[in-house]
Structure formats: C-alpha cells, structure tokens
C-alpha cells in the first residue's frame, strides 16, 4: 500500500492529499495557459536547446566545474585590468597636473610683480631674479611673453601663443590653459596687470603708468609625465607580482572549496549497486545541499519504482500459485477420470479457474500500469467527463442485463450544469470508471440498481458509482482500497484489486476520493456511493494545496 491516498471517508475529513501534483499542475499549465481554449488543447512542439552555461562552449560539449568558474572570474579581470591601467593614468595625470599648475600659478604672479613700466618700456626691476624663476628645474624648458592690450609683444618669446577671448583673464586674475608651441604641448598662466611705474632716476617723482598688459609663462609637459609615470609604476608594477599570486591562491581556494564535490563523488562511487539510502545533507556545504537533496529524491523515487516492482513480482506469485494450482489439480482428474461426464466438469472447473485467473492477471497489470504510468504533462488531455462516462457504461449494460441489474446513466445536462471538462488521463480513467462499475455490478444483488452520475458543483466536477448493495462498513472503507483486501461475508470472487487500481489512478490525477453510504439506496442494503471529483476544469484556473 502506499503511503498516502486521495480519500474520504463518509464525506469528511481527508486521509491525505494525492502525492502525484507536478505533472498534473503541469498539465494545467499547458491545458489552460489560455483561459481553457480549445487552441490550448494542442500540444506543445519542441522545446528548443537550452544554452550552456559558458556561452564559449559548443552545445554538449563536456566541461568542467572548477574551469567554468575560472573563466567567469578571470575573464573579468583581464578585460577590466586594461581600463584600469588607463583609469590609472588619466588619474595620475590629473593629480600630476595639480601641483604644477600650481607651481606655474606662483611664477607668474611673482613675474607680474617685477613687471614695471620704464621710458624705455616694459621691463623688470630685478633681471636676476627673473631669470633665476624661469630656470626649469628638471627636464622642461619654460617660456614667458609680455604682451600689451593689442596684442603686440613687448618682451618674451614670440613664439608662445595668445589666449582666446574666452581664456583671457581679467585683470588682476590669473588663469590656466593647456596649448601648443613649436608643436609640444604647453601648459600656459596667463595673468594680466597694470605694470606699475619705475621712478625716474634722481627725481622723487613717478614716471607716467602704462596700460595693462598680458602676461604669460608656460612650460612644457616633461615634469608631469615624469610624474605621472612614476606613480603609475608604482601601481601597476605591483600587480604583476600580485596577479600570479592571486591566481595561485584562488586556485587553491576552488580545489578546497569543490573538495565536497569529490568527497561526494568518492561516497557514490563507494556504494553497493542496490544502496539507495540517501546522502547525508548535513555534511555537504549549504550551496550544493538542493542539489544533494534533489539526488535523494532521485533515490527516493527509484526506490519506489524498485519497490513497486518487488511488490508486483510477490503479488503476482502470491495470486496466481492457488488458481495455477487449482488447473494442475483438475488437469490432473480429469486425465484420470474415464466417466465422460467427470472429464466434462473437470474442464468445466478448468475453465473457471483459467477466467479467474486471467482476471486476477489483468488487474494486475492494470495495477502495474497504473503505478507505472509515464503521466508526463503531454499525455493529459481535455475530456468531456460526461460523453467520456456515458459512453464506458454502455460497454457494461450487457453485463448488467446478464446479472439483472438495472445499470443507468444521469448525465450532467440534466441538471443545467456546465462545462465538464477536466484534465484526464483517457485510458487510466476509463480502467477507475471500469473498476468501479464492475465492483457495483458484482456486489450488488439481482434486481438492484447501479447509477453512474457527473455532475459539477463550483469549480469541481465529479464522477459518481452508486449501488444499492450491502455497502461497505465504515470501518472499511479506508481498509478496501488496500491490495487483496476483501470484506468478510462476502460470496463474490474477486483479486481485492480493482479498488487499489481506482485508488492509484485518482492519485495520478491529483483528484479526490469520497467514500460514503448511498443516500440514495431503495431499501434493499445501505449501498455504497464512490466519487472521484476534479478540481481542474476549463471553467476556472486550477489552485493546488501542498500536503
């Protein structure tokens, strides 16, 4: 028996939900992804490749863990290290020019203040001094101009460009420019000044002041560079030395790390073909624990399967060692008997127990079938429960004439109800309507009556058999889908099957199993009423419940 069933018991309260919800959540997905079209019956075409993990890596081909996460960590850093070393530069440029800029800011102040102005024109009051400024220490050469408000150059360097109208300071300010002279480029301080006058020699009296003039001094670029190359060295150089070290360490700390993989490589490995125990989770790291668990599952299932067929392989011996006995035992007599009519009831036997026989090898394989059934999402359909059960209970109404039981049919129309579609597997429903079926007609007496119905209520449709048998006690009524269980008193044959397959197929289809009296039974016993009722239906979005 397995763990866990769908069922009720007299309307009540629930055993268990069905265990079996991923494919039929699939199903619906697929089946009623739009609104429960007919469109949405069609099956889905193939799914395309999913696209490997590295997009460097041809589709299947076989990679490596410990590569693959090497790649996406020093892919990175080898793309990003060249724009850090131009990030770099530009940086060190930046703050190489700060204290220059400075520097040549200071120079042209103290020019501007020996700048005077003499009959003879303008000039600087100490020579000395000035010269001694604009010598460049370290590689570089240093330019100044004098220039007055019209342009002309009054002393300096000819060479060394004016400013623009939007780069001429105003007077009194200074400001800096970046420019080009004899094709090297130049960083320029520009200030401009009213030069103040040089006093005439022997008199205590001022000569007449100029107008203001521009003045400039600039530099080439060679300090800075040397500057801002050295600071670059002293931070690239080191990573050359730290990369290699980076890669050994990291190295190392991915084969510690992935050491779990290969410890759990090494347990599997170790394992007897037929250990299906699980994997110890709490000794693997908490990363690769779903994917262990995911493993156990696996294991777990497999388990079931092996089970299942064990289980198959026991109940078949069991079921078939009395009838296949019981032939041996009449084949036996009747090669004995000389009396005609001996040898006649012994074939008569014969042919009763090769009928129970084969029944009792049908609903096992119906069982194994049942259990076994590839319900992919693909193999669900849309059925239309009400023509589906009409037409099943037309292949039993000889059977039913046979034992004189009036067998009838209540279809949902009757009763105004609507949509009764749900989502089925076609030839697993049909074995539980035929199981149930057959049941009512065995056990219930000539005369009686077997009712199937569909009806919906809500969001649910459910298939109903009813009699008016003897019933089921309601101490039983969990006890009778159980294999080869049969209520005691009774004088029918039968495998104990037909209920357990009813059971796992109601599983399959995550639907549930109501067990009750028959309120409706016409005085001749309590009867019995079996629905299995669908809550996935093209009338309203599917809701699933985790047990």
Same mark, same amino acid.
């Given at each position: =028996? #397995?763990?866990?069933?769908?069922?009720?018991?007299?309307?009540?309260?629930?055993?268990?939900?069905?265990?079996?919800?991923?494919?039929?959540?699939?199903?619906?997905?697929?089946?009623?992804?739009?609104?429960?079209?007919?469109?949405?019956?069609?099956?889905?075409?193939?799914?395309?490749?999913?696209?490997?993990?590295?997009?460097?890596?041809? +589709?299947?081909?076989?990679?490596?863990?410990?590569?693959?996460?090497?790649?996406? =960590? %020093?892919? #990175?850093?080898?793309?990003?290290?060249?724009?850090?070393? =131009?990030?770099?530069?530009?940086?060190? +440029?930046?703050?190489?020019?700060?204290?220059?800029?400075?520097?040549?800011?200071?120079?042209?102040? %103290?020019?501007?203040?020996?700048?005077?102005?003499?009959?003879?024109?303008?000039?600087?009051?100490?020579?000395?001094?000035?010269?001694?400024?604009?010598?460049?220490? @370290?590689?570089?050469?240093?330019?100044?101009?004098?220039?007055?408000?019209?342009? *002309?150059?009054?002393?300096?360097?000819?060479?060394?460009?004016?400013?623009?109208?939007?780069?001429?300071?105003?007077?009194?300010?200074?400001?800096?420019?970046?420019?080009?002279?004899?094709?090297?480029?130049?960083?320029?301080?520009?200030?401009?000044?009213?030069?103040?006058?040089?006093?005439?020699? @022997?008199?205590? @009296?001022?000569?007449?002041?100029?107008?203001?003039?521009?003045?400039?001094?600039?530099?080439?670029?060679?300090?800075?560079?040397?500057?801002?190359?050295?600071?670059?060295?002293?931070?690239?150089?080191? &990573? %050359?030395?730290?990369?290699?070290?980076?890669?050994?360490?990291?190295?190392?700390?991915?084969?510690? @790390?992935?050491?779990?993989?290969?410890?759990?490589?090494?347990?599997?490995?170790?394992?007897? #073909?037929?250990?299906?125990?699980?994997?110890?989770?709490?000794?693997?790291?908490?990363?690769?624990?779903?994917?262990? &668990?995911?493993?156990?599952?696996?294991?777990?299932?497999?388990?079931?399967?092996?089970?299942?067929?064990?289980?198959?392989?026991?109940?078949?011996?069991?079921?078939?060692?009395?009838?296949? *006995?019981?032939?041996?035992? +009449?084949?036996?007599?009747?090669?004995?008997?000389?009396? #005609?009519?001996?040898?006649?009831?012994?074939?008569? &036997?014969?042919?009763?127990?090769?009928?129970?026989?084969?029944?009792?090898?049908?609903?096992?394989?119906?069982?194994?079938?049942?259990?076994? +059934?590839?319900?992919?999402?693909?193999? %669900?359909?849309?059925?239309?429960?009400?023509?589906?059960?009409? *037409?099943?209970? &037309?292949?039993?109404?000889?059977?039913?004439?046979?034992?004189?039981?009036?067998?009838?049919?209540?279809?949902?129309?009757?009763?105004?109800?609507?949509?009764?579609?749900?989502?089925?597997?076609?030839?697993?429903?049909?074995?539980?309507?035929?199981?149930?079926?057959?049941?009512?007609?065995?056990?219930?007496?000539?005369?009686?009556?077997?009712?199937?119905?569909?009806?919906?209520?809500?969001?649910?449709?459910?298939?109903?058999?009813?009699?008016?048998?003897?019933?089921?006690?309601?101490?039983?009524?969990?006890?009778?889908?159980?294999?080869?269980?049969?209520?005691?008193?009774?004088?029918?044959?039968?495998?104990?099957?037909?209920?357990?397959?009813?059971?796992?197929?109601?599983?399959?289809?995550?639907?549930?199993?109501?067990?009750?009296?028959?309120?409706?039974?016409?005085?001749?016993?309590?009867?019995?009423?079996?629905?299995?009722?669908?809550?996935?239906?093209?009338?309203?979005?599917?809701?699933?419940?985790?047990?």
């Amino acid at each position: =028996m #397995p763990d866990a069933h769908p069922l009720h018991v007299d309307g009540a309260r629930p055993v268990t939900r069905a265990p079996r919800r991923a494919n039929v959540r699939a199903a619906a997905a697929r089946l009623l992804g739009r609104g429960g079209s007919d469109a949405a019956t069609a099956a889905p075409g193939p799914q395309p490749p999913r696209a490997p993990l590295n997009p460097l890596r041809r +589709q299947g081909e076989p990679g490596s863990l410990f590569g693959e996460i090497l790649d996406w =960590m %020093f892919a #990175p850093v080898l793309l990003l290290w060249p724009i850090s070393v =131009m990030v770099t530069y530009l940086v060190a +440029q930046s703050i190489a020019g700060t204290p220059f800029d400075a520097e040549l800011s200071e120079r042209a102040e %103290f020019l501007a203040d020996h700048v005077v102005a003499t009959p003879q024109g303008i000039a600087f009051d100490t020579p000395s001094a000035t010269r001694d400024l604009l010598r460049s220490e @370290g590689p570089g050469t240093v330019f100044f101009a004098i220039h007055d408000g019209g342009g *002309a150059r009054l002393a300096g360097n000819a060479a060394l460009p004016l400013p623009g109208d939007d780069e001429a300071p105003a007077v009194g300010r200074t400001s800096l420019r970046s420019d080009t002279i004899d094709g090297r480029d130049i960083r320029v301080a520009s200030i401009r000044l009213v030069p103040r006058p040089a006093p005439a020699p @022997g008199s205590a @009296g001022a000569a007449t002041p100029r107008p203001a003039v521009l003045l400039q001094v600039a530099e080439t670029l060679e300090r800075r560079s040397q500057l801002a190359n050295e600071m670059i060295k002293g931070v690239i150089v080191p &990573q %050359f030395v730290v990369l290699p070290l980076a890669v050994v360490l990291v190295w190392f700390g991915l084969s510690r @790390g992935l050491a779990p993989l290969a410890w759990i490589q090494a347990r599997l490995r170790a394992r007897m #073909p037929d250990d299906l125990s699980p994997v110890d989770t709490h000794a693997v790291p908490e990363e690769i624990a779903p994917l262990v &668990q995911s493993f156990n599952d696996l294991l777990e299932r497999q388990q079931r399967n092996v089970q299942a067929q064990r289980r198959f392989i026991a109940d078949a011996a069991h079921q078939l060692k009395t009838p296949l *006995a019981g032939l041996r035992t +009449q084949a036996e007599l009747a090669l004995r008997e000389q009396d #005609p009519g001996e040898v006649r009831r012994s074939l008569r &036997q014969i042919a009763a127990s090769t009928e129970r026989a084969t029944h009792v090898v049908n609903q096992l394989l119906a069982l194994a079938h049942a259990e076994h +059934q590839a319900s992919a999402p693909a193999a %669900f359909e849309l059925v239309d429960l009400d023509r589906f059960a009409r *037409a099943i209970v &037309q292949d039993w109404v000889s059977m039913a004439i046979e034992r004189g039981i009036d067998l009838g049919y209540e279809s949902a129309a009757d009763g105004g109800a609507g949509d009764t579609r749900v989502i089925a597997l076609p030839a697993m429903l049909r074995e539980a309507l035929g199981n149930l079926i057959d049941n009512a007609l065995r056990y219930t007496p000539r005369g009686g009556t077997v009712t199937v119905r569909v009806r919906r209520d809500d969001a649910r449709v459910a298939l109903e058999v009813e009699d008016d048998g003897p019933g089921i006690a309601e101490a039983e009524r969990t006890l009778v889908f159980e294999r080869f269980y049969r209520s005691l008193g009774t004088e029918q044959d039968g495998s104990g099957l037909g209920l357990a397959i009813v059971r796992e197929i109601v599983e399959q289809h995550d639907a549930l199993l109501r067990v009750d009296a028959n309120p409706r039974a016409a005085g001749r016993g309590p009867g019995t009423l079996i629905a299995i009722e669908f809550s996935h239906t093209p009338g309203a979005r599917p809701s699933f419940s985790v047990a």
